[in-house]
């Protein structure tokens, strides 16, 4: 697995040495219960989760977040930004195989990961906060027991990514890429360790999130629209986007919330204390 050093190293690798794919480039590939390594590469293998890889595999799996997140996978802090990112837990037997996968196959398949739906191409940009001309795709490192690049169907990026339901993904992960890219970070500015837990709350432990909101002082503070509210009971996508809207506001003083009368009060209240002292 992966840490944070070999992380840094493997990303740089990948910008330094790796042939860069545009949509249009083609690669040749081709996976499934006929291909004689099927299920060989599900092991030992580091997966990143997005926040809504989450969502989909624990509503899939039919966990709640917190007993998916312990259950299921391990969190590392990236470099000195203190971005977590959950990773896919293997399992401890050898050979360290994914715990969604069976004798037939990938047993989340309808809801696998964005990077095990884009396998085997990655995506990257040297620029860290853009996806301006620089983005760029590319053909992971080869397993060597993988006979799929032996198979003869040739695909473009673009095609690849339509077969695979891609778009729906990169839709959903927009707001959290905006997060992670955002300029603050550029600045060499880092998070605090109490300010990577709100965003490993509010990004991946989406149901204690969700008690977060509706049972601690957090409606005393935030005016909600009450139509607005009640989605957030039910529905998972709403209250991530929410996540992402306090986050913003949180982490980065953006006006994404609005406080209420209470709790603009209170904070004059305490400026005044602290400068009658």
Same mark, same amino acid.
């Given at each position: 697995?992966?840490?944070?050093?070999?992380?840094?190293?493997?990303?740089?690798?990948?910008?330094?040495?790796?042939?860069?794919?545009?949509?249009?480039?083609?690669?040749?590939?081709?996976?499934?219960?006929?291909?004689?390594?099927?299920?060989?590469?599900?092991?030992?293998?580091?997966?990143?989760?997005?926040?809504?890889?989450?969502?989909?595999?624990?509503?899939?799996?039919?966990?709640?977040?917190?007993?998916?997140?312990?259950?299921?996978?391990?969190?590392?802090?990236?470099?000195?930004?203190? /971005?977590?990112?959950?990773?896919?837990?293997?399992?401890? =037997?050898? &050979?360290? #195989?994914?715990? @969604? *996968?069976?004798?037939?196959?990938?047993?989340?398949?309808?809801?696998?990961?964005?990077?095990?739906?884009?396998?085997? /191409?990655?995506?990257?940009?040297?620029?860290?906060?853009? =996806?301006? &001309?620089? #983005?760029?795709? @590319? *053909?992971?490192?080869?397993?060597?027991?993988?006979?799929?690049?032996?198979?003869?169907?040739?695909?473009?990026?673009?095609?690849?990514?339509?077969?695979?339901?891609?778009?729906?993904?990169?839709?959903?992960?927009?707001? @959290?890429?905006?997060?992670?890219?955002?300029?603050?970070?550029?600045?060499?500015?880092?998070?605090?360790?109490?300010?990577?837990?709100?965003?490993?709350?509010?990004?991946?432990?989406?149901?204690?999130?969700?008690?977060?909101? @509706?049972?601690?002082?957090?409606?005393?503070?935030?005016?909600?629209?009450?139509?607005?509210?009640?989605?957030?009971?039910?529905?998972?996508?709403?209250?991530?986007?929410?996540?992402?809207?306090?986050?913003?506001?949180?982490?980065?003083?953006?006006?994404?919330?609005?406080?209420?009368?209470?709790?603009?009060?209170?904070?004059?209240?305490?400026?005044?204390?602290?400068?009658?002292?």
């Amino acid at each position: 697995m992966l840490d944070q050093a070999s992380f840094s190293r493997w990303k740089e690798a990948i910008l330094a040495e790796y042939p860069r794919l545009g949509l249009d480039d083609t690669f040749r590939f081709g996976c499934g219960p006929g291909v004689k390594c099927f299920n060989a590469c599900c092991a030992d293998v580091n997966v990143f989760l997005t926040p809504y890889d989450v969502l989909r595999i624990k509503r899939k799996l039919g966990l709640d977040s917190r007993t998916f997140l312990e259950r299921h996978t391990r969190t590392i802090t990236l470099d000195a930004r203190g /971005i977590p990112l959950v990773q896919i837990r293997m399992n401890e =037997d050898d &050979p360290k #195989a994914c715990p @969604f *996968v069976g004798p037939e196959g990938c047993t989340v398949y309808e809801d696998r990961p964005w990077s095990c739906r884009m396998y085997p /191409i990655g995506s990257a940009s040297p620029a860290a906060g853009a =996806d301006g &001309p620089d #983005a760029f795709y @590319f *053909v992971v490192e080869r397993f060597p027991a993988c006979a799929g690049f032996d198979d003869e169907r040739e695909w473009t990026v673009r095609a690849w990514k339509a077969d695979q339901g891609i778009d729906e993904y990169e839709i959903k992960g927009e707001a @959290f890429k905006a997060i992670c890219l955002h300029k603050f970070f550029r600045a060499r500015s880092g998070l605090t360790p109490d300010k990577t837990r709100m965003m490993h709350l509010a990004c991946y432990d989406l149901d204690t999130f969700r008690r977060f909101v @509706f049972e601690s002082s957090f409606l005393r503070r935030f005016d909600v629209e009450p139509q607005t509210l009640e989605r957030f009971r039910a529905d998972d996508e709403a209250l991530l986007l929410f996540g992402f809207r306090w986050l913003r506001f949180t982490l980065f003083g953006e006006k994404t919330l609005v406080m209420t009368d209470d709790a603009v009060e209170e904070g004059v209240q305490k400026m005044g204390k602290m400068f009658t002292k």
